[in-house]
């Protein structure tokens, strides 16, 4: 008999972990699971099996994500991940079934959905009622002329001590996580250079970015920034002196759009929607890089 209720986390977390790597990630771990659905700092994800003669044989979790401003009010967001149905399971309309008992379920936890999806999905979710943001979220390529630290300046890497839920950024826009909880949680993995940009009147910027080769050319990926927005354009300048590279590649964005560069490129534009549960969702929600990225 096929049944559908939430996950054990106590109890079946290797049964799930062994259905999405047969099924979805061949490299998908136990302690990534750990990592990504039980120690967010937002709580852990909800989420809902499908079970037939006592097997799991379908899956989807939804994370908790929630957007901030700097006042500490709250969106509360959830995004769909890690799904997946065996293969003898499919054709049965499972996964749909997942997908809305798991938001029925849950209907009082969230306030909007957010997804990333492909090429080929993205024209379904907008049929479905999504909503693509009003924001035209591209991503581009460009060159900035890079410029030492200045005298009482300083950048230096976060430090793993350095962990707080206080909220770092002076805007009224939206941001996930806004504290440094969020970044140590989400930018753990060693990829990931984690700064702190000081400037002499004691302004601070937080910047998360990685190294990558685009056009063989050393690039700065810039993830995501917190903290003082003003002193943006002078963090990069210095981000790329200590990384010896004029280039850096990003996602164009309410904070970052005033980013002044000698040329930029268009790559591509970011396929992000959204979905409210019976809520507005607001315009000065902002998207970054870092939410985009296949690591999550």
């Known amino acids: 008999m096929l049944e559908f209720r939430p996950l054990n986390y106590d109890s079946e977390i290797d049964e799930v972990v062994e259905l999405i790597k047969r099924n979805l990630q061949p490299k998908y771990t136990r302690e990534f699971l750990i990592w990504k659905h039980l120690n967010n700092p937002f709580g852990p994800s909800l989420s809902m099996i499908a079970t037939f003669n006592n097997k799991i044989v379908g899956v989807v979790f939804y994370m908790r994500y929630n957007f901030y401003n700097q006042e500490g009010k709250i969106v509360k967001c959830i995004r769909p ?4 149905t065996s293969p003898d399971m499919r054709g049965k309309g499972i996964f749909k079934k997942l997908m809305v008992k798991g938001l029925e379920g849950y209907k009082n936890d969230y306030q909007i959905l957010l997804a990333n999806p492909n090429s080929n999905s993205h024209p379904e979710f907008l049929k479905l009622g999504w909503k693509e943001p009003k924001h035209d979220y591209v991503y581009k390529f460009g060159l900035i002329v890079p410029s030492k630290l200045r005298m009482e300046e300083s950048l230096s890497d976060i430090p793993k001590s350095e962990n707080s839920s206080d909220i770092l950024s002076s805007s009224d826009l939206f941001r996930v996580g806004n504290s440094l909880e969020f970044i140590q949680w989400r930018y753990q993995n060693p990829n990931y250079k984690k700064v702190k940009f000081t400037a002499p009147d004691g302004q601070l910027l ?8 685009i056009k063989r050319l050393k690039t700065v990926v810039l993830c995501d920034t917190y903290g003082d927005n003003k002193i943006l354009q002078r963090a990069i300048n210095r981000i790329l002196a200590i990384e010896k590279t004029p280039f850096i590649y990003f996602l164009e964005n309410p904070l970052n759009k005033e980013i002044s560069s000698l040329f930029s490129l268009k790559h591509r534009k970011a396929l992000i929607v959204f979905k ?12 970054t890089l870092g939410d985009l990225e296949g690591k999550l």
Do not use: H
């Not at 937080?206 to 080769?213: G, H, K, V």
């Open 206 to 213: 937080y910047a998360i970015y990685r190294m990558d080769r």
């Open 81 to 84: 991940f890690d799904g997946c």
């Open 276 to 287: 409210g549960n019976d809520y507005n969702i607001p315009d000065n929600l902002v998207v």
